[in-house]
């Protein structure tokens, strides 16, 4: 299983600002991934991180309120753009090992934000 | 789109009971996965399933992949306190290359 670090842990930030939420990885993965879960809920998908192209967003999820960067097979950033209460939830890094059989995914422990 | 359900949504045991929760899908999944999320965690790997009919254990933690590949149970032994928490089921499959999570289980043990 790979060791996935994101900073910051958690984070409270004022309406309009933005923050950067970034992950490392302990090794070279070719899948990663950025979830929310709101408060009480299940973990929805933003966005693949695609390793030197542009992210791939599920419905709901746009580049502009959530630009993803992945510079390398070990490192991405999150950034939640122009905040507002309503994004307050934990945000979290995920990368996949995967194979012709099986797939696993691996979570960091999350960045838990609140927007006042 | 694919979606999965759990249930129960959640659970009050007391202290050396068993558990059983279960996952379905409308869709076939080639994997299925278990996590564990704490509070103020994010979700950890409990076990993983590959293949149709596999029952799988680790420590007091029992979880069998179904045979039509559109549903898994898990079972938890003799729980402890340490037990509480939130399970996740998930699937994924070849034709969709991302993992699908369930809405989760909340499990409450009462010493």
């Known amino acids: 299983s790979a060791v996935i670090s994101q900073k910051p842990s958690r984070d409270i930030c004022q309406r309009g600002t933005s923050l950067t939420i970034q992950c490392q990885v302990d090794?070279?993965?070719?899948?990663m991934f950025w979830y929310r879960q709101q408060p009480g809920q299940s973990l929805t998908l933003i966005a693949t991180a695609n390793q030197g192209s542009e992210a791939t967003y599920e419905s709901g999820f746009v580049i502009d309120k959530f630009p993803i960067s992945r510079p390398n097979l070990t490192f991405s950033t999150l950034t939640v753009s122009n905040m507002s209460p309503e994004d307050s939830s934990i945000y979290l890094c995920?990368?996949?090992?995967?194979?012709?059989?099986?797939?696993?995914?691996?979570f960091g422990q999350g960045t838990r934000l609140t927007v006042v | 789109g694919q979606q999965l359900n759990q249930s129960p949504q959640s659970m009050f045991i007391q202290e050396g009971e068993d558990v059983s929760m279960n996952c379905t899908s409308s869709?076939?999944?080639?994997?299925w996965l278990w996590y564990k999320q704490d509070p103020g965690e994010g979700p950890v790997l409990l076990i993983a399933?590959?293949?149709?009919?596999e029952l799988t254990s680790n420590g007091r933690l029992t979880a069998q992949f179904g045979i039509t590949r559109k549903d898994s149970f898990l079972n938890i032994s003799a729980s402890i306190p340490s037990d509480v928490g939130i399970y996740f089921c998930?699937?994924?499959?070849?034709?969709?290359?991302?993992?699908?999570f369930g809405p989760g289980t909340s499990l409450s043990v009462i010493p």
């Open positions: 998930a699937g994924a499959s070849s034709s969709y290359d991302k993992v699908i």
């Open positions: 399933l590959y293949k149709a009919g």
């Open positions: 869709s076939i999944f080639n994997t």
């Open positions: 090794s070279q993965v070719t899948m």
């Open positions: 995920s990368v996949e090992a995967t194979d012709s059989v099986a797939t696993e995914a691996f």
